[in-house]
């Protein structure tokens, strides 16, 4: 949705690696937000992000109007996302990820790519485009890129760009308590971690938690027992900075290759 950062450029990077052509879309999507100041407050650096993707060597750029990708007011849509679209974040933006799914699938009917470059930071995304691909039969690879962040660990984010310096420091406390589960996953009891990463959260009076979880990869249900060595897993989390909302994960894995592994093609 522009406001693009390093975290936007890994992806055209990526895909120019496995691709003969790289396309970039930008689009601030109305139909996504479900609280009207945000879409408004959404930052737009247009002739910014035009520079960055020319210099990193994009080859196209897709540029659409709301008129032009929503000519009409009547528009129905609805794709069945098996409960993927009510938790976590579809609980607290209510039709968010039906925005997400409507627009993305007219952005590939019109482009028809190969494949699909989506970052892991925005992992309930990726599932639900996953079962979107699946519902309407597309023939789409759809590939994970890994999250980027700055030196001190803050994943990268177009809505950082709203925070202070102190708001930023704030912020920091997501990164931290992530690694936090990371360390202690498969070494103590589930509940006892999450709970003490909320506990880290917590801390900071600054930051308002909304929600911390550990949960299966494909399902995004939240591990109620003992980790499976076997499986591979995934801690969200989602809070308040400064009035911003932030979202990041991190996956976990007793086999730490696996991480790196997790297979979301459609």
């Not at 129905?76 to 627009?103: A, C, S, Y």
């Amino acid at each position: 949705m522009g406001a693009l950062h390093e975290g936007h450029l890994s992806l055209i990077e990526f895909a120019k690696v496995h691709s003969d052509i790289t396309i970039c879309s930008i689009f601030v999507n109305p139909t996504q937000f479900n609280d009207p100041e945000d879409l408004k407050k959404y930052p737009r650096p247009i002739e910014q992000d035009k520079a960055l993707l020319e210099e990193i060597g994009c080859d196209l750029l897709f540029l659409p109007t709301v008129e032009e990708m929503y000519p009409s007011e009547d528009e129905n849509w609805h794709i069945d996302l098996q409960g993927l679209d009510e938790m976590w974040e579809g609980k607290h933006r209510p039709g968010h990820f039906q925005g997400v799914t409507q627009i993305v699938y007219k952005l590939f009917s019109l482009v028809q790519p190969d494949s699909a470059c989506f970052g892991q930071k925005d992992f309930q995304q990726i599932m639900v485009i996953r079962r979107m691909l699946d519902v309407k039969k597309l023939p789409i690879e759809l590939l994970i890129c890994p999250t980027v962040r700055n030196a001190k660990g803050l994943a990268l984010s177009s809505r950082n760009q709203r925070l202070s310096v102190r708001g930023k420091q704030d912020a920091l406390v997501l990164s931290t308590a992530l690694r936090y589960i990371q360390q202690y996953f498969f070494l103590q009891p589930t509940a006892r971690i999450v709970s003490e990463a909320i506990a880290i959260v917590s801390e900071n009076t600054n930051v308002t938690l909304e929600y911390l979880a550990i949960c299966d990869t494909d399902t995004l249900q939240p591990l109620q027992n003992d980790p499976s060595p076997e499986a591979t897993y995934v801690a969200l989390v989602a809070a308040w900075v400064e009035n911003v909302r932030l979202i990041d994960n991190v996956l976990l894995s007793f086999d730490k290759e696996a991480v790196h592994q997790i297979d979301i093609k459609a």
